[in-house]
């Protein structure tokens, strides 16, 4: 596969034969010319079901276009790093094994890259349920078919409006050319992708198409309550790594380092709001401790910016972080239900 790509696609794949065929045969366009466009490069992380037998029937039927890669697990980051040193495209994009692009526009947007030069391209999501059914969909307001700089989107991208991987395709001479790698061992690193490039990335452009199907409530997917719970630490070092990568840089009144210091916000939003309201450990409470203890340090701004971050139990909105730091830490997660129950019961 020596030819040049437009577009290289990368899959991390687990265990997910149920869903692997969909994924995979959401990429088949019936234009051969486009459809050659394409670089596909599943990642098989040590699937012992059939998935990698699935993928490699595509890799036999496809040839030009699909190329699998079977290794052991290293988890999510793992694939996106081996992806990304085999990836021949003009730009890269992530797509998960259990969720799937909309080949009816695929065509357009492989078209759309062909003509496109901006570092980063910016297209719409949907979610959806394991019947396929809409549950939402999300676009930007950006211009379409022009030049973007970050004084055009930066306005947008404030709380919860941060840029979400299934959004982006990136140019890959500059993924590469940055040696960017991605955190391996842990989940949840794919908010690193919308994180570290974004500072090297200057231009973009963007396309009124919804393209990725964002699969919802699957059977024991990582974005599920009870795996968030389970993650909480995997959170707590990808937020640990952000904030010291944010202590490294010097000009921080730049749109891109804002952009990232919004994101990082968010990414330790999540993190205290899973420690600080679900039944973790006592030891990951004392990662909590130290990982707060550190961002004060090094990050004073983010530090007095949670405090004011609040959570909603029982229509009551709580600081939840602001009172856990006045407590010294003591406030474990039931002790913080039974007095919001108290107030709840007082008021009502």
Known sequence: MDTKKTLSVIIPTYNVERHLHKCLSSL???DEKLFNCLEVIVIIDGATDNSS???HSYENDYPEVFKVIDKQNGNYGSCINRGIKEANGKYIKILDADDSLETSVLSQYITFLNNCNTDVVISGYRTVDESGKTIQSYKRSFQEDTTLYWEDIY???TGHDHFAMIEAAYRSEIIQNIGYTQTEGISYTDQEWIFYPMQHMNTFCYIDI???NYLIGREGQTVQHINYIKGFD????????MIDH???L???DTLPIRYLRINALWVLKVTYLFGLTQNISSADIERLKALDKHLLEVAPDLYLQLDKATTTIKKLRY???RNWRRSHGRFSRPLIIELLYKIYKRIK
């Open 28 to 30: 088949i366009v019936s």
């Open 53 to 55: 037998q699935i993928a």
């Open 155 to 157: 306005p947008s991208l």
């Open 210 to 212: 919804i393209l990725y």
């Open 234 to 241: 995997a959170h707590r070092i990808i937020a640990l790594r």
């Open 246 to 248: 944010l202590a490294t």
């Open 250 to 252: 010097t000009d921080c």
């Open 319 to 321: 600081h939840h972080i």
